[in-house]
Structures are given as structure tokens and as C-alpha cells.
């Protein structure tokens, strides 16, 4: 399998669950992201790490937590979310930080709803 | 503050042309992306200008001018499979992306 695969696609867990979303990438790529995307609104970078190390986070709230265990599977940890949390989780690859001139090569996402 | 302003949805007829116009104002510029997105899907890459001037790549064209800010991306030959999203972002000095809000195009018969 090639690409960047995410599951599950579709979740809907309580506000009290515990949930983790899963991306693999097959890409031989550096650098993976998470990123929120809500309706009309500009996709949101939520995390980025960089040869497994975390070298961003950008002002999320602690009920996300992410997980990268190597430099092909990236995790993210759900916990205690609220409503407004539902939305489309995208993960992403880059070769580098730099990324090129390819930008990144996107997962299919997870279709979050906290209900 | 940086900003990617693109309109929320156009409509267009199959066969026809149409332009999705992206302005943006951001600290630095390091190349402008362009994706398109269909609902449910992962966004695909489709183009990239770091350079003033017109990227042809099949029916898809996309244009930049950096000293307006302004970038375009032109589909020509309009097909059902059109009808997408397509995001317009944008490298800053710092090589973080920049994004848009996405542009809904729906295409008609």
C-alpha cells in the first residue's frame, strides 16, 4: 500500500471517551502533520514532527495528544473533547520541513463527531 | 496578521471555463500551492508558482503575481469530476503553509 493511510474514517465517540486516530505513511517521508479542518474554514495545523521529534503545536488544547513512535506512523489521542472538536482530522507527509515544491501528500482523514 | 482570501463557491457549466481567483498577504512568500479536494477525500496536490507567470499543466493553469499578492488557477474543458474544492495556500518566510478557506466550484451539465 502506498500513500498515506488514515483510520478509522469515521468516528463518533461521547465526550467522556478515550479515542486515537491513526496515520501511516508508506512515503519514506521525514515529516508528518495533523491538521483540523472544519467547514469553511482554513484548515488548521495542529501538530508537526520532524524525524519523530515534536517541532510544533500550535496552541492545541491538552485533550489532543499526538503520538509518533517512528518516522511512518503518527497518532493522535482524543480524550475528554467537547462539540466543537468535530470535525475532519487530516494527516499529512512531507519529505522535509521544507517540503518542496510538492507540498504534502495528504491522508483521506477522520470524520470526527463528539456527541 | 497573515490572510489567504478565495470565494467560497463558484458554479460553471461542463465544457466551459472558469477561474479561482487567491489574493493573500502574508510575512514573506516561499511558493503558493494549489490542491483540490473532492468531499470525503484527501486534497491532491495540483500545482505550485514560486515565480511570476503561467504553469500549464493539462486543462489546469495557474498563474502568480507576487508584487499584487495574487494568484489564479484556471480549469479549461470543465468535466463533472471538476466539482471539488480547490485550496489555495501559501509558503511564508518561516516555509509555514498559509491556507485558504477553499474554493466550493460545482459544475453543471
Known amino acids: 500500500e502506498t500513500g498515506v493511510t488514515q483510520t478509522p474514517r469515521h468516528l463518533v465517540m461521547g465526550m467522556t471517551n478515550k479515542k486515537s486516530l491513526k496515520c501511516e505513511q508508506h512515503?519514506?517521508?521525514?515529516?508528518m502533520y495533523w491538521y483540523k479542518q472544519s467547514a469553511k474554514k482554513p484548515l488548521e495545523l495542529m501538530f508537526v514532527y520532524s524525524l519523530e521529534e515534536r517541532v510544533e503545536n500550535n496552541s492545541v488544547p491538552s485533550r489532543f495528544s499526538p503520538e509518533c513512535p517512528n518516522s511512518s506512523h503518527l497518532f493522535l489521542h482524543l480524550h475528554t473533547l467537547q462539540p466543537e472538536d468535530s470535525a475532519l482530522y487530516l494527516c499529512?507527509?512531507?519529505?522535509?520541513?521544507?517540503?518542496?515544491?510538492?507540498?504534502?501528500?495528504f491522508g483521506s482523514g477522520t470524520r470526527l463527531t463528539v456527541v | 496578521g497573515q490572510n489567504i482570501d478565495q470565494p467560497t463557491e463558484m458554479t460553471a457549466t461542463e465544457g466551459a471555463i472558469v477561474q479561482i481567483n487567491c489574493t493573500y498577504q502574508t510575512s514573506g512568500f516561499n511558493g503558493l500551492f494549489w490542491y483540490q479536494q473532492h468531499a470525503g477525500e484527501a486534497p491532491t496536490f495540483l500545482s505550485y508558482n514560486v515565480l511570476d507567470g503561467l504553469e500549464e499543466k493539462g486543462r489546469f493553469s495557474s498563474f502568480l503575481s507576487r508584487s499584487k499578492g495574487y494568484s489564479y488557477l484556471l480549469l479549461k474543458e470543465l468535466q463533472m469530476k471538476d466539482s471539488a474544492s480547490y485550496l489555495c495556500a501559501v509558503r511564508d518566510s518561516n516555509y509555514q503553509l498559509i491556507w485558504g478557506a477553499g474554493t466550493k466550484l460545482i459544475i453543471k451539465p
Open positions: 499529512a507527509s512531507s519529505q522535509d520541513r521544507l517540503f518542496g515544491t510538492y507540498g504534502y501528500t
Open positions: 512515503l519514506g517521508h521525514n515529516a
